[in-house]
């Protein structure tokens, strides 16, 4: 069974670019969540997303924004990136919803992005 | 809302000597409880999970964890360590009630194993 594939895995963007970042869920997953790493923050919760809609939605501002197409896979755009942007984002799926979304879960290799 | 402490940021620990990795969490409903482990380079790998039942949770690499609920804590363990134990440690909690899916991670513990 394939992995979370997260694309690209590195990405160095100037300030004020915008970037977009994709996932592909493990087959059978709908619900993908994505996660912001930094050093000084650690791990922080941007959004969640099952079935195509956003379900839950981390405190981050509105340059952070998600989507997820009808096949599960996801993206993630920030607009007018900041140095502070820079970070591992980590994107995870689960089989979401009822019971199943319990089960923990399975994290992609993530995306370096550096804003320079 | 829900917070996870993460006791220590760096333990180093000789090989084969047991280790303990603390975390504590505070949360006003009921949770589920995780440990993660992340190499180098790499993103989130699942070691272990606590939803109910049994107190004592044991995961891959030899990993065990106790859930305490009067102190809030879930410890992880391991009697044995080896090198490629070396790595970052995470753990987090979940909202059990539906419509929550958000995890709510600690700072990590780094781990060094000293050969």
């Known amino acids: 069974k394939a992995g979370v594939t997260q694309t690209p895995r590195y990405l160095i963007k100037t300030r004020g670019q915008q970037v977009t970042l994709s996932c592909s869920p493990i087959s059978g997953h709908r619900s993908v969540s994505w996660y912001q790493q930094t050093p000084g923050q650690g791990l922080q919760f941007l959004f969640e997303?099952?079935?195509?809609?956003?379900?839950n939605k981390g405190n981050f501002p509105g340059r952070f924004s998600g989507r997820q197409f009808s096949n599960s896979r996801s993206e993630m755009n920030v607009s007018t990136l900041e140095l502070g942007d820079s970070a591992l984002y980590l994107c995870?799926?689960?089989?979401?919803?009822?019971?199943?979304?319990?089960?923990?879960?399975?994290f992609g290799s993530g995306t370096r992005l550096t804003v320079v | 809302a829900q917070s996870v402490t993460q006791l220590d940021s760096q333990v180093p620990v000789f090989e084969e000597a047991p280790v303990e990795l603390r975390c504590n969490y505070s949360s006003s409903v009921s949770v589920y409880l995780f440990w993660y482990v992340q190499y180098p380079n790499q993103g989130l790998q699942l070691l272990l999970k606590y939803l109910s039942g049994s107190t004592l949770v044991k995961g891959i690499n030899g990993f065990e964890a106790e859930f305490n609920k009067s102190q809030t804590s879930f410890h992880l363990r391991k009697p044995s360590v080896h090198i490629s134990d070396t790595a970052e440690y995470f753990c987090?909690?979940?909202?059990?009630?539906?419509?929550?899916?958000?995890?709510?991670f600690g700072k990590g513990t780094k781990l060094s194993v000293i050969p």
């Open positions: 995870a799926s689960t089989n979401g919803g009822g019971t199943g979304s319990h089960y923990g879960y399975t």
């Open positions: 997303y099952f079935s195509e809609t956003q379900r």
């Open positions: 987090a909690v979940r909202n059990s009630g539906a419509g929550s899916y958000q995890l709510t």
